[in-house]
């Protein structure tokens, strides 16, 4: 008896994955992209303008170290929501931007070399330490994003030069491309130029086939290594972007509060950074941004004189949870389902009165 070859797993193809998100909207659908963008452009540019002309000091320091969580974020969401990996050691990478610019604050550079100098760092640290924790998934790879994230705590904690257990002190706002970032006005520019520039990068990077790639490892690790494709790199890619997003946040955070210490480095600002993604929307291209800011106005302004602000942020949590499981983003979602005619019914469509199965006179 003659032996054949098994039949290949089904699902698609190779040439099918590599083209699927390469080919760009014809006709209509390149308009109706123009008129997203321009539309998302003139809402970030009326932002923009309207916090340091409207908001008063206090609100504008809470607004600007909102955009940095907003980087810390979006980093997060690289790893949670594009790769499906649950991390708690994210913020890890944000003091590592913060201790960069901490270490170099007496070899007087430009702030883009420090933060250029802070994202490479991140970079790598990014690729190797996922490279290494990506032979597990679920809950082994989480406990081990934790125990990373601990280790850089317990090794800064321990080293005096380091700053140890006190930190970073007198860090001051280097100028950036020759414009001085002193005044909180001025520095408000520079994050929100810098969050533009991110944003701009994770809408592109979410068009491209290496997300989708990733979106299938999320999926289905085991059918995309049938297809020749090698997860584990794919995964350590996706940790260095996460780790550059965030490494940008921290270095600016550095700047902006002049201080560094370990507790940008702790498990809690992790936790809270996955928090921000589930709680806007992780599968949302603006999910990570809303999340980010709702979260640090609500602890800065509804919940900063209440002693139980850790309950009533897990109620929050919670409450999201049961009633929009994607999101808050997707709300818009659960309303249209619900005017839709039928959209009760959460299975099959509604049959006229008086018939059977087949259509015919019950």
């Not at 590592?96 to 100098?117: N, P």
Request: hydrophobic letters at 55%; charged letters at 10%.
């Amino acid at each position: 008896m003659a032996l054949t070859r098994p039949a290949p797993p089904a699902g698609p193809s190779r040439s099918r994955v590599s083209t699927l998100w390469r080919r760009p909207p014809a006709g209509s659908g390149r308009v109706a992209l123009l008129w997203q963008v321009l539309a998302v452009a003139a809402v970030l540019l009326a932002a923009g303008f309207a916090v340091p002309n409207s908001a008063g000091p206090e609100l504008l320091a809470v607004l600007t170290v909102a955009l940095c969580y907003v980087l810390l974020a979006l980093g997060t969401n690289v790893v949670l929501g594009w790769s499906g990996l649950v991390t708690f050691g994210q913020a890890a990478f944000f003091g590592t931007g913060a201790y960069t610019v901490a270490l170099t604050r007496e070899k007087e550079w430009s702030g883009q070399k420090t933060v250029l100098l802070a994202l490479v760092v991140a970079a790598v640290l990014g690729y190797v330490s996922f490279w290494l924790l990506s032979r597990y998934t679920h809950i082994a790879f989480a406990m081990l994003t934790l125990v990373f994230g601990q280790f850089l705590v317990l090794l800064v904690s321990g080293t005096h030069r380091l700053g140890a257990t006190d930190g970073f002190g007198g860090i001051l706002r280097a100028p950036f491309f020759g414009a001085d970032t002193i005044t909180d006005v001025q520095f408000w520019w520079l994050v929100f130029a810098v969050l533009v520039v991110a944003v701009a990068l994770y809408w592109w990077l979410y068009r491209r086939v290496l997300v989708l790639r990733m979106f299938a490892g999320r999926e289905d690790a085991g059918r995309l290594e049938t297809l020749g494709y090698d997860v584990r790199r794919l995964r350590a890619t996706a940790g260095s972007i996460g780790a550059v997003f965030s490494a940008a946040g921290g270095a600016l955070f550095a700047q902006y509060t002049g201080a560094v210490s370990p507790t940008v480095l702790q498990f809690e600002l992790s936790g809270i950074a996955v928090f921000m993604c589930v709680i806007g929307g992780m599968r949302h291209l603006w999910g990570p941004v809303i999340g980010a800011v709702l979260y640090t106005l609500t602890v800065n302004y509804w919940l900063q004189s209440s002693q139980l602000a850790t309950l009533y942020l897990g109620a929050i949590f919670v409450v999201v949870m049961l009633v929009l499981p994607s999101g808050l983003l997707s709300i818009g979602t659960l309303v249209r389902s619900r005017l839709r005619p039928g959209g009760l019914r959460p299975v099959g469509r509604r049959r006229p009165a008086g018939k059977s199965a087949r259509g015919t006179a019950a």
